[in-house]
């Protein structure tokens, strides 16, 4: 694993590995014992523009190449992954502090979207549309953008760069990538390395590892990008909306979450425990699809608060390379501060801590709290860390105003004992994705994943990937002579 961190702490532009040219060094620090694992000069603005260009003179016989050849590429990349997943676990575990549990959930959807994307090359059809005009033959193309910037974030680097990454360039994109300066081996270097030793031809994927002190906004408004891919906060994700729009670009935004998992009066109050347990706590809670607030029945909600509770102060913090760990460090000491607010903000305003955990360095146990005021600002942001609300209702019409009042749209769940009563509970819920009877994070290659309201613009995975990353193109044939009225 070390020599990961040696050879693929530089910028990786135009096919060759070099060194950044900026003014100052992003530091890649283990968040569990705070060694340092590389350093790396920042790319330039004029290095981002290398490597935008690179990828558009690339892309051009990228594109033109057989899908054949494309899908070849991605299946050696997969191959490459399960051959180096020992090595891949342990650049997870010491980069952004992911358990053993937490890293094999990671690899495992990594490789499932990779298996997509092989297909994903064979996947673009075109069609001939009929036409009024005699004579006349529609052709409508299906074609790549040209090249797509990718910027991905620290919780789930590999997965989630690769969930853009892997499908551009199946679809014969090029591609720019900017992992987050936390972990910039495991989102960014580790997959241009996977990808070189796939064959795939130079410059078609760039890794440029900077942030916005540096670049600004260079990222988002060159001229080459057609799409920008962006997975983060909302806060954010807005900037990167406005800046794209006002450049005619598009966006896929994938943003944070407030999700909510329900337990309906007839649901299996065990059950929920476990689904809403590893909901909240997996990767200490650093999920946009986490279950910030858990909802129950007044009906069960003692018997569910109390076995909640008792689940939760069982769980292992500690040293994320030990295999009983269950909740490792948060990413940097930023994120445990702003935890630590929360629980404070949260007992100030008259919640009660059923649990409520101590915070060493990054370094934070669980708390779980409950009374909090339904007009606490707490229970309708993104709450980013191992730290669970619990919140009781009175009867399905409550629950549901809960679960909405929230600027976010992205995932949930509700538990019940009748399937279509919790079918018809998902329906009322104004968010992008609901499940009946299981926790709230899932993603899988070929469903819609996305949210709604400040939850993000757009979705990813099967189909609609293939319209995130692809445009239409008509060329019509006249056959014989049109007839013009001058």
Known sequence: MASY?????????DGEWRPGSGSWDIIDLNPYDGEKLASITTATVDEVDRAY?????????????????????????????EEREQEITEV??????????????????????????????????????????????????????????????????????????APA?????????????????AGGTLIAKIFEDAGLPAGVLNVVVTDIAEIGDAFLEHPVPKVISFTGSDKVGRHVATVCASHFKRTVLELGGNSALVVLDDADPDYAVDAA?????????????????????????????????AK????????????????????????????????????????TALVRGSIRGNLVEPSVLTGLPADSSLLRQEVFGPVAFII???GDEEA??????????????????????????????????????????????????????????????????VDAFTTVKWISVQHGRSRFPF
Request: glycine share 8%.
């Open 5 to 13: 961190f040696t050879d693929l702490a530089q910028q990786y532009i």
């Open 53 to 81: 260009r690179a990828a558009a003179r690339a892309q051009k016989d990228w594109a033109a190449a057989n899908p054949y050849a494309r899908r070849a590429v991605l299946e050696k990349a997969l191959r490459l992954v």
């Open 92 to 165: 997870i575990i010491a980069e952004l502090g992911g358990t053993h549990t937490k890293a094999g959930f990671e690899l495992h959807l990594a490789k499932e979207f990779l298996r997509e994307s092989v297909h994903l090359a064979l996947r673009p059809e075109g069609r001939i549309l009929p036409s009024p005009v005699d004579g006349k033959e529609n052709r409508v193309y299906r074609v790549p953008v040209g090249v797509v910037g990718v910027i991905s974030p620290f919780n789930f680097p590999f997965l989630l760069s690769l969930k853009s990454v």
């Open 169 to 185: 360039l199946a679809l014969g994109n090029g591609v720019v990538l900017k992992p987050h300066q936390d972990t910039p081996i």
């Open 277 to 309: 347990v590893f909901s909240r706590y997996v990767h200490q809670g650093q999920v946009c699809m986490a279950a910030n607030r858990v909802l129950v029945d007044r009906s069960i909600a003692e018997e569910f608060s109390e076995k909640f509770a």
């Open 312 to 351: 939760v102060r069982t769980l292992k913090v500690g040293d994320p390379s030990d295999p009983g760990t269950v909740i490792g460090p948060v990413i940097n000491s930023i994120q445990a501060n702003a935890l630590s607010s929360v629980v404070e903000q949260a007992l100030a305003e008259g919640a």
């Open 392 to 394: 009781p209702f009175d």
């Open 400 to 465: 549901v105003r809960i679960v909405n009042d929230t600027p976010y749209g992205l995932s949930g769940a509700v538990h019940t004992a009748d399937i279509e009563r919790g079918v018809a509970f998902a329906q009322r819920i104004d968010t992008g994705m609901f499940h009946v009877n299981d926790g709230t994070v899932h993603d899988e290659p070929i469903v819609p994943f996305g949210g709604e309201k400040h939850s993000g613009l757009g979705r990813l995975n099967g189909e609609t990937t």
